[in-house]
């Protein structure tokens, strides 16, 4: 449905969510000021644009956004092809790119591919997520140990060669600031959650560089005076060769936009149980990518991270997103020429904060436990990421994650099931269908059909959503599964972990060779406990029984029992 989710919530808004809204607004947006500042600089332009970008983007991402709490703006995942294609292209290259990024992921909206971006496979997101990551934290080596590089080299390498070479400048006053900040970023959580931790690092560093008169750079000593206002709008011509050489750049960065905000929207969804309107956001997300460049911003989308803060402060509508955006103006406008007092050390730690949190290094080191053929496409697309090319990454690493897709089907599926699927005929009687068994009241069977890759992963999540009252046992029926990969293997772990929380004892069925070898390799087997896996439906409802048995006697519902199964 392409309608903004703002027109739907507008319904039944009231003063109550008015009051929520606005507090979670403005704390976000307060949240986002740092973020900005620091996202704009390490992208290569100066601090005023990231600002300039939360504002109009994120004002635009949540009036028209398909989803309820979305907070658009600036995010880590931009700095490396966003600095790229200024060294490469210039700041007008990297305008006429972010339009024509709009451009693609309006049509992405209109054509229906929003579903279709939520299928790509975990190994490739992990992959150029942790590359990005690395590539940000090398990045900030210079202003966290206050070396003087005139030029920081545009390579990984290089930049590594570069710093070791001018290690003799290194200064022990902005290390100690960085330092301190970091500090108070990892333990500022231990007072309050509502002041971020990067806020009150750099006010206290900018506080002490200038009480002391501490010789660090800060903004202003790089970049002079910050604007405080918004910039008037620029138009760009875009002929037929820019559109050629920049169709690549611009390519990356709608991509990156559509996972990154469709994964915030996911994760936003089970933090409040809503259902987001992924074409819609795409819609919005291209909008606000076509607005930001001409009033000087830069690439845009949904932002995890300032998601969940606007929902942890109670944000449940897009007007919390708006408010946000407004209190970032109203911080731009009457503050925003204090913003060049701030050490670009402080800056460095925080976006090695930022790095550390998308560097998703427990998720990549349980990928290295999948089948060999995921491991493949996540090491390929970390090492293209951080080595070459994030453009280059993304689709290497997707043409990898098709052609294993289909060898491993060519290898592992079982032909009786794809000609039954294949066959137009009458539907056969089925002794093992779940409606040939007897169920028992509080038990639910939950059955996958094909291969559990990243398409069924996704189905797999939403059909689970239905079930308003959660059973006391779900059996999660896996006979015509032949196949499962890296997001298969999440999507039961994070199903796992969900049902945990609700109460839910989850039982696997049927499960054949190739999944059961990769669940065992992920330990999944350990987390579900082998007596709740089964090789048939027979034995996973007499398992079920005997857990809701052992919950009216007032034992434990995890009680393993000592009778050997066969699994």
């Given at each position: 449905?392409?309608?903004?989710?703002?027109?739907?919530?507008?319904?039944?808004?009231?003063?109550?969510?008015?009051?929520?809204?606005?507090?979670?607004?403005?704390?976000?947006?307060?949240?986002?000021?740092?973020?900005?500042?620091?996202?704009?600089?390490?992208?290569?332009?100066?601090?005023?644009?990231?600002i300039?970008?939360?504002?109009?983007?994120?004002?635009?991402?949540?009036?028209?956004?398909?989803?309820?709490v979305?907070?658009?703006?600036?995010?880590?995942?931009?700095?490396?092809?966003?600095?790229?294609?200024?060294?490469?292209?210039?700041?007008?290259?990297?305008?006429?790119?972010?339009?024509?990024?709009?451009?693609?992921?309006?049509?992405?909206?209109?054509?229906?591919f929003?579903?279709?971006?939520k299928f790509?496979?975990?190994?490739?997101?992990?992959?150029?997520?942790?590359?990005?990551?690395?590539?940000i934290?090398?990045?900030?080596?210079?202003?966290?140990?206050?070396?003087?590089?005139?030029n920081?080299?545009?390579?990984?390498?290089?930049?590594?060669?570069?710093?070791?070479?001018h290690?003799?400048?290194?200064?022990?006053?902005?290390?100690?600031?960085?330092?301190?900040?970091?500090?108070?970023?990892?333990?500022?959580h231990?007072?309050?959650?509502?002041?971020?931790?990067?806020?009150?690092?750099i006010?206290?560093?900018?506080?002490?560089?200038?009480?002391?008169?501490?010789?660090?750079?800060?903004?202003?000593?790089?970049?002079?005076?910050?604007?405080?206002?918004?910039?008037?709008?620029?138009?760009?011509?875009?002929?037929?060769?820019?559109?050629?050489?920049?169709?690549?750049?611009?390519t990356?960065?709608?991509?990156?936009?559509?996972?990154?905000?469709?994964?915030?929207?996911?994760?936003?969804?089970?933090?409040?149980?809503?259902?987001?309107?992924?074409?819609?956001?795409?819609?919005?997300?291209?909008?606000?990518?076509?607005?930001s460049?001409?009033?000087?911003?830069i690439?845009?989308?949904?932002?995890?991270?300032?998601?969940?803060?606007?929902?942890?402060?109670?944000?449940r509508?897009?007007?919390?997103?708006?408010?946000?955006?407004?209190?970032?103006?109203?911080?731009?406008?009457f503050?925003?020429?204090?913003?060049?007092?701030?050490?670009?050390?402080?800056?460095?730690?925080?976006?090695?904060?930022?790095?550390?949190?998308?560097?998703?290094?427990?998720?990549?080191?349980?990928?290295?436990k999948?089948?060999?053929?995921?491991?493949?496409?996540?090491?390929?697309?970390?090492?293209?990421?951080?080595?070459?090319?994030?453009?280059?990454?993304?689709?290497?690493?997707?043409?990898?994650?098709?052609?294993?897709?289909?060898?491993?089907?060519?290898?592992?599926?079982?032909?009786?099931?794809?000609?039954?699927?294949?066959?137009?005929?009458e539907?056969?009687?089925?002794?093992n269908?779940?409606?040939?068994?007897?169920?028992?009241?509080?038990?639910?069977?939950?059955?996958?059909?094909?291969?559990?890759?990243?398409?069924a992963?996704?189905?797999?999540?939403?059909?689970?959503?239905?079930?308003?009252?959660?059973?006391?046992?779900r059996i999660?029926?896996?006979?015509?599964?032949?196949?499962i990969?890296?997001?298969?293997?999440?999507?039961?772990?994070?199903?796992?972990?969900?049902?945990?929380?609700?109460?839910?004892?989850?039982?696997?069925?049927?499960?054949?060779?190739?999944?059961?070898?990769?669940?065992?390799?992920?330990?999944?087997?350990?987390?579900?406990?082998?007596?709740?896996?089964?090789?048939?439906?027979?034995?996973?409802?007499?398992?079920?029984?005997?857990?809701?048995?052992?919950?009216k006697?007032?034992?434990?519902?995890?009680?393993?029992?000592?009778?050997?199964?066969?699994i």
């Amino acid at each position: 449905m392409l309608k903004p989710k703002l027109f739907t919530t507008l319904q039944d808004y009231n003063k109550n969510l008015f009051m929520a809204d606005l507090t979670a607004g403005v704390i976000v947006g307060i949240v986002a000021l740092p973020l900005a500042i620091a996202f704009g600089i390490a992208s290569g332009v100066t601090p005023e644009k990231g600002i300039i970008t939360a504002i109009i983007a994120g004002f635009i991402i949540s009036a028209f956004g398909g989803s309820r709490v979305q907070i658009g703006g600036p995010t880590g995942a931009f700095i490396v092809i966003v600095y790229g294609i200024v060294q490469q292209y210039g700041m007008t290259g990297l305008m006429i790119a972010t339009i024509m990024a709009g451009v693609i992921l309006m049509v992405m909206g209109f054509a229906r591919f929003g579903s279709i971006i939520k299928f790509i496979p975990y190994p490739v997101v992990v992959g150029f997520t942790s590359g990005i990551a690395l590539i940000i934290f090398s990045t900030q080596m210079k202003d966290l140990f206050g070396l003087s590089i005139k030029n920081v080299p545009l390579e990984f390498h290089g930049k590594w060669i570069s710093y070791f070479q001018h290690l003799s400048t290194f200064n022990y006053y902005a290390f100690g600031l960085a330092a301190l900040s970091l500090l108070i970023m990892i333990f500022w959580h231990r007072v309050t959650h509502r002041i971020p931790g990067s806020l009150i690092a750099i006010i206290v560093t900018t506080i002490l560089v200038q009480v002391f008169q501490l010789p660090v750079e800060t903004i202003g000593s790089r970049f002079g005076e910050i604007p405080s206002n918004l910039p008037s709008p620029k138009f760009y011509e875009m002929d037929l060769a820019a559109i050629r050489n920049l169709i690549g750049p611009a390519t990356t960065i709608a991509l990156l936009a559509a996972i990154e905000s469709l994964l915030s929207a996911v994760v936003s969804d089970g933090m409040i149980g809503g259902k987001h309107r992924s074409n819609m956001e795409l819609v919005a997300q291209g909008i606000a990518n076509i607005v930001s460049p001409i009033f000087g911003g830069i690439p845009a989308t949904g932002a995890i991270a300032r998601t969940a803060t606007n929902i942890k402060n109670g944000g449940r509508t897009p007007i919390a997103g708006i408010v946000h955006a407004i209190t970032l103006l109203l911080i731009m406008l009457f503050f925003g020429n204090l913003a060049k007092l701030i050490p670009m050390a402080t800056l460095g730690a925080i976006l090695v904060i930022v790095a550390y949190n998308m560097s998703e290094w427990r998720s990549f080191k349980s990928l290295l436990k999948s089948p060999r053929s995921d491991v493949v496409v996540l090491l390929t697309t970390f090492s293209l990421t951080v080595i070459f090319d994030l453009t280059i990454a993304i689709q290497i690493g997707m043409i990898l994650a098709v052609i294993l897709f289909m060898h491993r089907m060519a290898s592992v599926t079982n032909v009786g099931i794809i000609t039954r699927e294949l066959q137009d005929e009458e539907e056969t009687a089925d002794p093992n269908a779940i409606n040939q068994k007897t169920v028992p009241e509080g038990v639910e069977v939950f059955e996958i059909n094909g291969p559990f890759f990243f398409g069924a992963a996704s189905t797999f999540k939403d059909a689970a959503r239905v079930i308003e009252e959660p059973p006391k046992v779900r059996i999660i029926r896996m006979r015509n599964v032949p196949a499962i990969d890296a997001t298969g293997l999440q999507t039961l772990k994070e199903f796992y972990y969900d049902s945990k929380k609700q109460g839910t004892k989850v039982i696997l069925s049927g499960v054949h060779a190739q999944p059961l070898f990769a669940m065992t390799q992920a330990g999944l087997l350990d987390l579900f406990g082998e007596e709740n896996v089964h090789g048939n439906i027979d034995d996973a409802l007499d398992r079920a029984r005997e857990i809701l048995s052992l919950q009216k006697l007032g034992r434990p519902k995890d009680f393993v029992p000592t009778v050997k199964r066969d699994i």
